[in-house]
């Protein structure tokens, strides 16, 4: 155990030093803070990057999901910001919700979660079914073999 648990960490300092050696030690904390940060828009996180690297650093990408739902954050402010200088709440077009599946696959998947359980459960009642008209039929089967043993 002892020797496993000493080479673990040798493999940990070599795989550490390797990264240092590439990377850099200070790009590493760079980029760690950069996700311990909450930032709420993209534009944030590509100023912040320039800010602490002196250029757009680009092996830092945002995940596309996360760069999405930035987005609709964004636009979500921008309607707010229309809907209080307008005074009147704007209508939402389905751009803002394009990432949402439409309710109607929501609507069939639940049709079809429903179709499956009841498949089973009706499989589930047939097989209990099955095993107790067998134990039926062997009793009767038994019962009709001690009538005629005792009609001998």
């Not at 069939?108 to 009706?122: A, C, F, W």
Request: glycine share 4%.
């Amino acid at each position: 155990f002892l020797l496993r648990n000493f080479f673990w960490k040798v493999r940990e300092l070599n795989t550490a030093a390797a990264i240092e050696k590439t990377l850099g030690k200070a790009t590493i904390k760079k980029r760690a803070s950069l996700r311990l940060d909450r930032l709420h828009s993209v534009s944030m996180l590509q100023q912040k990057i320039e800010q602490e690297i002196g250029q757009p650093d680009p092996v830092v990408r945002i995940h596309p999901r996360i760069e999405g739902r930035l987005r609709t954050v964004e636009q979500q402010k921008e309607v707010e910001a229309k809907e209080k200088e307008d005074g009147s709440p704007e209508e939402r077009s389905s751009e803002d919700y394009s990432h949402v599946p439409p309710f109607s696959n929501m609507v069939e998947e639940k049709k079809r979660g429903s179709i499956i359980r009841q498949v089973v459960e009706k499989k589930r009642t047939e097989a209990v079914d099955h095993r107790k008209t067998k134990a039926l039929e062997k009793l009767e089967e038994e019962k009709d073999e001690k009538q005629a043993a005792e009609a001998k």
